[in-house]
C-alpha cells in the first residue's frame, strides 16, 4: 500500500531553513503529481507547493513563493521542501500527500 514518511521537522528561529524530506513507497513515485500541505494549530489544512512527475510544472501558495523550494528525486522516491527564511506563521505539521494518502507529517516550530 501506499507509504509516506516526512522527515526533518524541527525548532528553528525565524529567518532560519530546514529541508523536510517524504520517502514514499507502494506506488510508481516517478509517475506521481505530488503535494506538500501543512496544518496550523486552530487552522485547517493549507496546501502549500505542487510538483509534477517530471518536476517541470511546480506551484506554491502565495504565502510562501520565494521562500520555499520543492524538488523531488525519483531514483530515491524522495520528495523535499527547502523552507527558507522561515516565519513564526510557517509553525505547522508539513504533510507529503499523493492523491488521497497522507503521510504522518513532521512537526515544523519556528519560535524566538
Known amino acids: 500500500q501506499v507509504q509516506l514518511v516526512e522527515s526533518g521537522g524541527g525548532l528553528v528561529q525565524p529567518g532560519g531553513s530546514l529541508r523536510l524530506s517524504c520517502t514514499a513507497s507502494?506506488?510508481?513515485?516517478?509517475?506521481?503529481?505530488m503535494n506538500w500541505y501543512r496544518q496550523a494549530p486552530g487552522k485547517e489544512r493549507e496546501w502549500v507547493a505542487r510538483?509534477?512527475?517530471?518536476?517541470?510544472?511546480?506551484n506554491y501558495v502565495d504565502s510562501v513563493k520565494g521562500r520555499f523550494t520543492i524538488s523531488r528525486d525519483n531514483a530515491k522516491k524522495t520528495l523535499y521542501l527547502q523552507m527558507n527564511s522561515l516565519k513564526l506563521e510557517d509553525t505547522a505539521v508539513y504533510y507529503c500527500?499523493?492523491?488521497?494518502?497522507w503521510g504522518q507529517g513532521t512537526q515544523v516550530t519556528v519560535s524566538s
Open positions: 500527500v499523493y492523491g488521497g494518502s
Open positions: 510538483i509534477n512527475n517530471v518536476g517541470r510544472i511546480i
Open positions: 507502494g506506488f510508481t513515485f516517478s509517475s506521481a503529481t
